[in-house]
T-cell receptor
Framework: DAGITQSPRHKVTETGTPVTLRCHQTENHRYMYWYRQDPGHGLRLIHYSYGVKDTDKGEVSDGYSVSRSKTEDFLLTLESATSSQTSVYFC???????????????FGNGTRLTVT | RKEVEQDPGPFNVPEGATVAFNCTYSNSASQSFFWYRQDCRKEPKLLMSVYSSGNEDGRFTAQLNRASQYISLLIRDSKLSDSATYLCVVSVVGTASKLTFGTGTRLQVTL
């Protein structure tokens, strides 16, 4: 299995508080992704990174920010958590993206976030 | 039309049966195709990558039909342990954000 660790695995927080989720990889892959998964929506991309300090938005980026200061770490921050951000968050990594040709994604174990 | 569409199921099949799922995609420029399995409350795990016409791995076969824009997954000799949700993933030309997930097809294999 790919070396991807997400932390924390579970978190309960209150509306309005900032929350940071961490993704750590040991594969030295260039691409890292944050997804959320909700019933009926499947996996939706929040943000992704294509290198250190290189990030871009996905389809559901509002209310989220990311940072990647090292190849191995990709942080997702909920600036002011809302109940609509209650979800399961998955980090993923992949080795390459060339035009539209992609290596497969490998996922971390996920973080279950509940915002009360 | 959704970019990637899957029949949500559930597909209920007896152990030992052969079952097939289809996944249709809307963008003819799609280049990479993947099948993942996801168990309840777990992360998706890669089952198969398809870059050309198809791929086979043991009891699992994926076929790509570019003319009709779908990819299929065939599971032979179903096992109880195959019960899971199967996700189809498609990439298109563009930025690395252009990986689109289907919402999955649920398979339940019974005795």
């Amino acid at each position: 299995d790919a070396g991807i660790t997400q932390s924390p695995r579970h978190k309960v927080t209150e509306t309005g508080t900032p929350v940071t989720l961490r993704c750590h990889q040991t594969e030295n892959h260039r691409y890292m992704y944050w997804y959320r998964q909700d019933p009926g929506h499947g996996l939706r991309l929040i943000h992704y990174s294509y290198g250190v300090k290189d990030t871009d938005k996905g389809e559901v980026s509002d209310g989220y920010s990311v940072s990647r200061s090292k190849t191995e770490d990709f942080l997702l921050t909920l600036e002011s958590a809302t109940s609509s951000q209650t979800s399961v968050y998955f980090c993923a990594i992949s080795e390459f993206w060339t035009g539209g040709l992609s290596s497969p994604l490998h996922f971390g174990n996920g973080t279950r976030l509940t915002v009360t | 039309r959704k970019e990637v569409e899957q029949d949500p199921g559930p597909f209920n099949v007896p152990e030992g049966a052969t079952v097939a799922f289809n996944c249709t995609y809307s963008n003819s420029a799609s280049q990479s195709f993947f099948w993942y399995r996801q168990d309840c409350r777990k992360e998706p795990k890669l089952l198969m990558s398809v870059y050309s016409s198809g791929n086979e791995d043991g009891r699992f076969t994926a076929q790509l039909n570019r003319a009709s824009q779908y990819i299929s997954l065939l599971i032979r000799d179903s096992k109880l342990s195959d019960s899971a949700t199967y996700l189809c993933v498609v990439s298109v030309v563009g930025t690395a954000s252009k990986l689109t997930f289907g919402t999955g097809t649920r398979l339940q294999v019974t005795l």
